[in-house]
Protein backbone atom coordinates (compact mmCIF):
# COMPACT_ATOMS: atom_id res chain seq x y z
CA UNK A 1 0.00 0.00 0.00
CA UNK A 2 2.97 2.53 0.60
CA UNK A 3 4.47 2.05 -2.79
CA UNK A 4 0.95 2.54 -4.54
CA UNK A 5 0.92 5.76 -2.45
CA UNK A 6 4.30 6.36 -3.36
CA UNK A 7 4.04 5.80 -6.86
CA UNK A 8 0.78 8.01 -7.25
CA UNK A 9 2.53 10.77 -5.31
CA UNK A 10 5.37 10.97 -7.99
CA UNK A 11 3.17 10.69 -10.83
CA UNK A 12 0.84 13.65 -9.47
CA UNK A 13 4.44 15.60 -9.53
CA UNK A 14 4.92 14.48 -12.93
CA UNK A 15 2.17 16.09 -14.01
CA UNK A 16 2.00 19.09 -12.35
CA UNK A 17 5.57 19.97 -13.53
CA UNK A 18 3.88 19.12 -16.87
CA UNK A 19 0.29 20.78 -17.36
CA UNK A 20 -0.28 20.69 -20.77
CA UNK A 21 0.78 16.36 -20.77
CA UNK A 22 -1.58 16.52 -18.14
CA UNK A 23 -4.45 18.00 -20.13
CA UNK A 24 -3.88 15.83 -22.52
CA UNK A 25 -3.65 12.82 -20.77
CA UNK A 26 -7.14 13.52 -19.13
CA UNK A 27 -8.51 13.89 -22.65
CA UNK A 28 -6.83 10.66 -24.13
CA UNK A 29 -8.39 9.06 -21.25
CA UNK A 30 -11.74 10.85 -21.67
CA UNK A 31 -12.23 10.18 -25.12
CA UNK A 32 -10.77 6.53 -24.50
CA UNK A 33 -13.77 6.01 -22.11
CA UNK A 34 -16.10 7.62 -24.13
CA UNK A 35 -15.10 5.30 -27.41
CA UNK A 36 -15.19 2.30 -25.26
CA UNK A 37 -18.77 2.94 -23.85
CA UNK A 38 -20.12 3.86 -27.11
CA UNK A 39 -19.07 0.90 -28.36
CA UNK A 40 -20.34 -1.27 -25.61
CA UNK A 41 -23.49 0.31 -26.45
CA UNK A 42 -23.10 -0.55 -29.94
CA UNK A 43 -22.53 -3.72 -29.14
CA UNK A 44 -25.05 -3.91 -26.49
CA UNK A 45 -28.16 -3.24 -28.71
CA UNK A 46 -26.83 -5.44 -32.07
CA UNK A 47 -25.78 -8.21 -30.65
CA UNK A 48 -26.78 -8.96 -27.31
CA UNK A 49 -30.38 -7.61 -28.01
CA UNK A 50 -32.99 -8.87 -30.33
CA UNK A 51 -34.77 -6.77 -32.46
CA UNK A 52 -37.71 -5.57 -30.46
CA UNK A 53 -40.16 -6.90 -33.31
CA UNK A 54 -42.21 -10.17 -33.42
CA UNK A 55 -40.29 -13.11 -33.93
CA UNK A 56 -37.66 -10.79 -36.39
CA UNK A 57 -35.51 -13.66 -37.64
CA UNK A 58 -38.78 -13.30 -40.04
CA UNK A 59 -38.50 -10.45 -41.43
CA UNK A 60 -36.85 -9.40 -44.53
CA UNK A 61 -35.61 -6.31 -46.35
CA UNK A 62 -36.15 -6.73 -50.69
CA UNK A 63 -34.75 -4.59 -52.93
CA UNK A 64 -33.69 -4.49 -56.94
CA UNK A 65 -30.27 -5.20 -58.22
CA UNK A 66 -28.73 -5.10 -61.44
CA UNK A 67 -24.53 -5.38 -62.27
CA UNK A 68 -23.40 -2.05 -60.89
CA UNK A 69 -26.23 -1.67 -58.02
CA UNK A 70 -25.99 -5.13 -56.04
CA UNK A 71 -28.72 -3.52 -53.25
CA UNK A 72 -30.82 -0.79 -55.41
CA UNK A 73 -34.13 0.88 -54.69
CA UNK A 74 -37.58 -0.99 -56.48
CA UNK A 75 -39.36 0.73 -58.88
CA UNK A 76 -42.94 1.00 -57.06
CA UNK A 77 -44.82 -0.51 -59.91
CA UNK A 78 -42.21 -3.08 -59.53
CA UNK A 79 -42.88 -3.63 -55.79
CA UNK A 80 -46.77 -3.90 -56.76
CA UNK A 81 -46.22 -7.19 -58.65
CA UNK A 82 -43.74 -8.73 -56.05
CA UNK A 83 -46.74 -8.39 -53.86
CA UNK A 84 -49.43 -9.30 -55.95
CA UNK A 85 -47.36 -12.23 -56.93
CA UNK A 86 -45.55 -13.08 -54.05
CA UNK A 87 -46.61 -16.64 -52.41
CA UNK A 88 -43.91 -16.89 -49.04
CA UNK A 89 -44.76 -13.71 -47.60
CA UNK A 90 -47.35 -12.44 -45.28
CA UNK A 91 -47.32 -9.60 -46.99
CA UNK A 92 -44.71 -6.93 -48.39
CA UNK A 93 -44.72 -3.12 -47.50
CA UNK A 94 -43.07 -0.47 -49.35
CA UNK A 95 -40.74 2.51 -47.50
CA UNK A 96 -38.92 5.28 -48.43
CA UNK A 97 -36.91 7.93 -46.30
CA UNK A 98 -37.88 12.12 -46.85
CA UNK A 99 -37.86 15.41 -45.36
CA UNK A 100 -40.42 17.25 -44.43
CA UNK A 101 -40.56 21.03 -43.92
CA UNK A 102 -42.95 21.79 -40.97
CA UNK A 103 -44.34 25.39 -41.10
CA UNK A 104 -47.08 27.26 -39.48
CA UNK A 105 -45.18 26.83 -36.62
CA UNK A 106 -43.58 30.09 -34.60
CA UNK A 107 -39.84 28.48 -36.22
CA UNK A 108 -40.60 26.27 -39.43
CA UNK A 109 -38.08 23.61 -39.02
CA UNK A 110 -36.85 20.44 -41.34
CA UNK A 111 -37.92 16.80 -39.88
CA UNK A 112 -37.08 13.59 -40.81
CA UNK A 113 -39.54 11.25 -42.00
CA UNK A 114 -40.68 8.12 -43.96
CA UNK A 115 -43.14 7.29 -46.87
CA UNK A 116 -44.51 3.93 -45.82
CA UNK A 117 -47.55 1.31 -47.46
CA UNK A 118 -50.17 0.89 -45.03
CA UNK A 119 -49.24 -3.01 -44.07
CA UNK A 120 -45.69 -1.58 -42.65
CA UNK A 121 -46.95 -2.07 -39.53
CA UNK A 122 -48.80 -5.22 -39.27
CA UNK A 123 -45.79 -6.59 -40.90
CA UNK A 124 -43.13 -5.41 -38.03
CA UNK A 125 -45.99 -6.56 -35.70
CA UNK A 126 -46.56 -2.44 -34.15
CA UNK A 127 -48.78 -1.03 -31.98
CA UNK A 128 -49.60 2.79 -31.87
CA UNK A 129 -48.72 4.16 -28.41
CA UNK A 130 -51.91 6.64 -28.74
CA UNK A 131 -54.15 6.58 -31.89
CA UNK A 132 -54.18 4.67 -34.80
CA UNK A 133 -52.13 3.66 -37.89
CA UNK A 134 -53.59 5.00 -41.33
CA UNK A 135 -55.81 2.43 -43.00
CA UNK A 136 -55.42 1.47 -46.77
CA UNK A 137 -58.22 3.40 -47.63
CA UNK A 138 -55.81 6.51 -46.54
CA UNK A 139 -52.56 4.87 -48.34
CA UNK A 140 -54.09 5.96 -51.85
CA UNK A 141 -53.74 9.12 -53.85
CA UNK A 142 -56.02 11.68 -53.68
CA UNK A 143 -57.09 10.55 -49.23
CA UNK A 144 -57.40 12.76 -46.69
CA UNK A 145 -53.73 13.79 -45.61
CA UNK A 146 -52.39 11.90 -42.46
CA UNK A 147 -49.39 11.88 -40.40
CA UNK A 148 -48.12 9.59 -37.94
CA UNK A 149 -45.46 10.88 -35.12
CA UNK A 150 -42.65 8.67 -33.67
CA UNK A 151 -42.76 9.07 -29.86
CA UNK A 152 -39.26 10.34 -29.48
CA UNK A 153 -40.62 13.35 -31.56
CA UNK A 154 -44.38 14.05 -29.46
CA UNK A 155 -42.04 13.52 -26.50
CA UNK A 156 -39.44 16.37 -27.80
CA UNK A 157 -41.41 18.72 -29.30
CA UNK A 158 -45.37 18.21 -27.94
CA UNK A 159 -44.31 17.15 -24.56
CA UNK A 160 -46.05 13.82 -24.81
CA UNK A 161 -49.43 15.66 -24.63
CA UNK A 162 -51.91 12.86 -25.60
CA UNK A 163 -54.77 15.74 -26.68
CA UNK A 164 -52.56 16.22 -30.33
CA UNK A 165 -54.06 13.35 -31.71
CA UNK A 166 -56.95 15.01 -33.74
CA UNK A 167 -54.48 18.22 -34.35
CA UNK A 168 -53.20 19.76 -37.99
CA UNK A 169 -49.42 19.82 -38.75
CA UNK A 170 -48.37 21.71 -42.12
CA UNK A 171 -45.42 19.18 -44.18
CA UNK A 172 -44.30 20.88 -47.33
CA UNK A 173 -47.06 22.97 -47.40
CA UNK A 174 -49.79 20.27 -47.04
CA UNK A 175 -52.34 20.35 -44.13
CA UNK A 176 -52.13 16.54 -42.08
CA UNK A 177 -53.99 15.74 -39.34
CA UNK A 178 -52.18 13.65 -36.87
CA UNK A 179 -54.07 10.49 -36.09
CA UNK A 180 -51.38 8.43 -34.01
CA UNK A 181 -48.35 8.14 -32.34
CA UNK A 182 -45.61 5.43 -33.09
CA UNK A 183 -44.38 2.93 -30.17
CA UNK A 184 -40.97 3.33 -28.87
CA UNK A 185 -39.75 -0.28 -30.50
CA UNK A 186 -40.03 1.92 -33.96
CA UNK A 187 -36.97 3.62 -33.28
CA UNK A 188 -35.29 -0.18 -33.71
CA UNK A 189 -35.73 0.34 -37.62
CA UNK A 190 -35.20 4.44 -37.67
CA UNK A 191 -33.90 6.14 -34.70
CA UNK A 192 -34.09 9.27 -36.70
CA UNK A 193 -37.71 9.65 -37.76
CA UNK A 194 -39.57 11.90 -36.60
CA UNK A 195 -42.75 11.77 -38.57
CA UNK A 196 -44.38 9.10 -40.80
CA UNK A 197 -46.89 9.43 -43.75
CA UNK A 198 -48.51 7.30 -45.88
CA UNK A 199 -47.08 5.85 -49.03
CA UNK A 200 -50.03 6.71 -51.24
CA UNK A 201 -49.68 10.49 -50.97
CA UNK A 202 -47.29 9.88 -53.58
CA UNK A 203 -48.27 6.83 -55.65
CA UNK A 204 -49.88 8.63 -58.16
CA UNK A 205 -47.47 10.58 -59.60
CA UNK A 206 -45.47 9.96 -62.88
CA UNK A 207 -42.39 9.28 -61.09
CA UNK A 208 -43.74 6.87 -59.20
CA UNK A 209 -45.93 5.41 -61.51
CA UNK A 210 -42.66 4.64 -64.17
CA UNK A 211 -40.70 1.44 -63.96
CA UNK A 212 -37.70 3.34 -65.12
CA UNK A 213 -37.42 5.25 -61.70
CA UNK A 214 -36.11 3.99 -58.84
CA UNK A 215 -36.90 6.57 -56.28
CA UNK A 216 -35.67 5.30 -53.12
CA UNK A 217 -38.11 2.68 -52.01
CA UNK A 218 -37.24 -0.57 -50.22
CA UNK A 219 -39.47 -3.29 -49.78
CA UNK A 220 -40.26 -5.13 -46.08
CA UNK A 221 -41.61 -8.14 -45.79
CA UNK A 222 -42.49 -11.21 -43.42
CA UNK A 223 -42.00 -14.78 -44.47
CA UNK A 224 -44.67 -17.24 -43.65
CA UNK A 225 -43.69 -19.88 -41.39
CA UNK A 226 -41.19 -22.55 -42.07
CA UNK A 227 -40.29 -20.65 -45.39
CA UNK A 228 -36.77 -19.67 -45.32
CA UNK A 229 -34.84 -16.48 -46.59
CA UNK A 230 -33.00 -18.52 -49.83
CA UNK A 231 -37.06 -19.03 -50.53
CA UNK A 232 -37.65 -15.81 -50.45
CA UNK A 233 -34.66 -14.93 -52.59
CA UNK A 234 -35.59 -17.85 -55.22
CA UNK A 235 -39.05 -16.44 -55.49
CA UNK A 236 -38.25 -12.99 -55.98
CA UNK A 237 -35.50 -13.53 -58.26
CA UNK A 238 -38.34 -15.73 -60.27
CA UNK A 239 -40.44 -12.66 -60.20
CA UNK A 240 -37.97 -10.05 -61.39
CA UNK A 241 -37.01 -12.41 -64.27
CA UNK A 242 -40.92 -12.42 -65.42
CA UNK A 243 -40.76 -8.33 -65.28
CA UNK A 244 -37.60 -8.27 -66.93
CA UNK A 245 -39.05 -10.27 -70.31
CA UNK A 246 -42.66 -8.51 -69.76
CA UNK A 247 -41.15 -5.06 -69.33
CA UNK A 248 -37.61 -4.88 -71.10
CA UNK A 249 -37.47 -1.85 -72.09
CA UNK A 250 -37.15 -0.89 -68.02
CA UNK A 251 -36.10 -4.21 -66.32
CA UNK A 252 -33.59 -5.85 -68.50
CA UNK A 253 -31.09 -6.40 -66.57
CA UNK A 254 -32.55 -6.04 -63.21
CA UNK A 255 -32.98 -8.83 -60.75
CA UNK A 256 -33.98 -8.63 -57.13
CA UNK A 257 -32.46 -9.61 -53.59
CA UNK A 258 -33.37 -10.18 -49.95
CA UNK A 259 -31.78 -10.01 -46.64
CA UNK A 260 -32.82 -10.21 -43.08
CA UNK A 261 -34.01 -7.16 -41.49
CA UNK A 262 -31.62 -8.36 -38.79
CA UNK A 263 -28.65 -8.41 -41.03
CA UNK A 264 -29.64 -5.11 -42.73
CA UNK A 265 -29.65 -2.79 -39.29
CA UNK A 266 -27.08 -4.87 -37.46
CA UNK A 267 -23.61 -4.53 -40.09
CA UNK A 268 -21.36 -2.26 -38.73
CA UNK A 269 -21.18 -0.43 -41.94
CA UNK A 270 -24.72 0.67 -42.47
CA UNK A 271 -26.24 -0.86 -45.40
CA UNK A 272 -27.76 1.55 -48.14
CA UNK A 273 -31.51 0.10 -47.31
CA UNK A 274 -32.54 3.53 -45.51
Not at 5 to 19: E, F, G, Q, T
Not at 54 to 72: D, M, S, W, Y
Not at 101 to 108: A, C, F, K, W
Not at 216 to 229: D, E, I, S
Amino acid sequence: MTALWNDLKYALRVLARSPGFFGVAVLALALGIGATAAIFTLVNAIFLKPLPFPEPQRLVIAFEKNITRPKGTVAFPNYLDWRAQSKVFTDLAAYRGDTFNLSGVDTPIRLDGRFVTAQFFDILGLKPAIGRFFTEAEDKPGANPVVLLTERFWKQYYFGDPNVIGRSMILDSVPRTIIGVLPANYAAFRRDDQVVVPQGFIAGTPWQRSRGNHTGLYALGRLKPGVTLAQAQTELEGIAGRLAKEYAQTNSGYSAGAESLTENLTGWVRSPLQ
